[in-house]
Structure formats: structure tokens, C-alpha cells
């Protein structure tokens, strides 16, 4: 099984794919091995990643682990809640100027302000913080477009809460899920239902929200540019995303295998 993330991995900040990336992941895919983008992002903003690369009905991990269903069609296989009261309250008290949003799968998101221009698809919903609070989600998203991520990895910190799990990413956003969700946990349970053993999965990410994933999978390949943090937690490290980091590991594998479900992705 292969597991890819996309923001960083197959996509630039502006959501642009390369092409080397794109026929990279389609020879996988069309190698029949199982293929799972596995992504911290909403499945609304996830799917046009999927439909560009034009795959086959497959898993997806969305929204680091909290949602994983098939596509196409649209097939719900988890969804793993939280109270986001606590956190919500702890966060408006130690970043005030912060911006909130908890995700509505399949639909949007509610917020108390908006977020920058990209940064969410779907409906936009304005609450206050307690009708945000009000009820369980998948995840809460903190974003402060004048921070910066050191100052989100000192957030986390000071959070230090029990029953949730974080994950920082590259542009002050900070993900708050579920206590023991992550991409990982919700790989883990795919490779279980296909009978896959986790020796035998390839997984390559660049953000701190794939360190899990990468220290899970039989090899875990970080990008070039991802920070230390996330490399150290892999075993090997690619190329940069602008040298096309992530098609050169897949082709490794697959770029002259006409069935790569015979290939061992095993490591030493």
C-alpha cells in the first residue's frame, strides 16, 4: 500500500501539481497497489486533488485521520469525534486574536472569523465561541495569519491537554483532534481491513501532521524541505517538493514495474 500526502508532497502552496508528481502517483495507482491520500485536509478540499489525478475507487484519509471514506461514490467508513469545548475556550484565553473554525463534514465549516482567502472551501458559517463549543466535531482549526509556526508550536505547549491530539503545520495552523487520531491510526485500520501489513507500506509526507504516519509505515519517506522534526521520524528523506521529491520515490518503485503488486516494499 502506498500513502501519500498532498499540501507539500503532490501540491505547491498554491495547489499546483507537477506533472512528473501526477503520472507518478497514476503509475501507482494503475499498478493496482493501493493507493490512500492521506491528508490534513477536509474531504471538500481534498477531492479536487482526487478527481485531477483521475484514480480509481480508493480509501482517503482526511482531516489527519478524524474522517477516512471510499470514493467514488462517496462511502463514509469513519468518523471520529471530540468536544471541542475545553480546547476551544483554552485557546481563545491564551490567543485571543486567533481565528477558530470546526470542521462539518461534507459541508464547511463554522468559524468565528474567516479565515484568509484559500485557506477553507465550502460553506462559511460565523458563530460565537460558545455555539462553536456547543457540540462534538472531527476538529478544530486554529489559524493566525500574523503568527508565525513558532509561535504555534509554542501554543501547543502551553495547551497541554489531555483527551486531544495536535499537529502544526507550516503557516500558524494549528489542528486539534481526537486523542489518538491521526493519519497513522486511520492507515492503521485500512492496511487491517486489505490485509496488509504495515512492512509493506509506503507513506511520504513532509508535514509535522505526517510524523506519525511516517514512523508507522514500513518506509516512510519525508520530503526534502520538511522540517527536522518530521525527517528524523522517517527513514529515509527525498528530494525537495521543487525537485519533484515525491516522483522520484514513487518511481523507485514503480517507474518500470508493469505490476508493482508484486514489488516487496519491505525494508532491511
Not at 33 to 38: F, N, R, S, Y
Not at 94 to 99: G, N
Not at 100 to 109: Q, W
Not at 149 to 178: N, R
Request: with cysteine; aromatic share 6%; charged share 25%.
Amino acid at each position: 500500500m502506498v500513502a501519500v500526502d498532498i499540501d507539500g508532497t503532490l501540491v505547491d502552496r498554491e495547489g499546483q501539481m507537477p506533472s512528473n508528481v501526477k503520472a507518478a502517483v497514476q503509475r501507482v495507482a494503475g499498478s493496482g497497489t493501493p493507493l490512500v491520500l492521506a491528508t490534513g485536509r477536509a474531504w471538500l478540499d481534498a477531492r479536487p486533488v482526487f478527481d485531477e489525478l483521475v484514480l480509481p475507487p480508493s480509501h482517503v484519509v482526511c482531516s489527519n485521520g478524524a474522517v477516512w471514506l471510499e470514493y467514488p461514490p462517496i462511502v463514509e467508513r469513519r468518523q471520529r469525534t471530540f468536544d471541542p469545548g475545553p480546547v476551544i475556550r483554552e485557546v481563545a484565553t491564551l490567543a485571543p486574536h486567533a481565528r477558530i473554525a470546526v470542521e462539518d463534514l461534507g459541508r464547511g465549516f463554522r468559524l468565528n472569523r474567516l479565515f484568509p482567502d484559500g485557506d477553507l472551501t465550502g460553506a462559511m458559517t460565523l458563530e460565537p465561541l460558545e455555539e462553536l463549543a456547543s457540540r462534538p466535531v472531527t476538529r478544530v482549526i486554529v489559524r493566525d495569519p500574523e503568527a508565525d509556526d513558532q509561535e504555534f508550536i509554542d501554543l501547543a505547549a502551553k495547551l497541554g491537554m489531555h483527551g486531544v491530539s495536535y499537529s502544526v503545520g507550516w503557516s500558524a495552523w494549528l489542528d486539534i483532534a481526537p486523542e489518538g487520531v491521526n493519519k497513522a491510526s486511520a492507515l492503521a485500520t485500512i492496511s487491517n481491513e486489505l490485509g496488509i501489513d504495515r512492512r509493506d507500506v509506503l507513506a511520504i509526507g513532509d508535514g509535522r501532521n505526517d510524523i506519525e504516519m511516517l514512523a508507522w509505515a514500513g518506509r516512510g519517506v519525508a520530503m526534502g524541505d520538511a522540517p527536522d522534526e518530521v525527517k528524523a521520524a522517517a527513514d529515509e528523506v527525498t528530494a525537495d517538493f521543487a525537485d519533484g521529491g515525491a516522483a522520484l520515490e514513487l518511481d523507485r518503485w514503480f517507474a518500470f514495474a508493469p505490476d508493482a503488486r508484486e514489488r516487496v516494499l519491505r525494508t532491511a
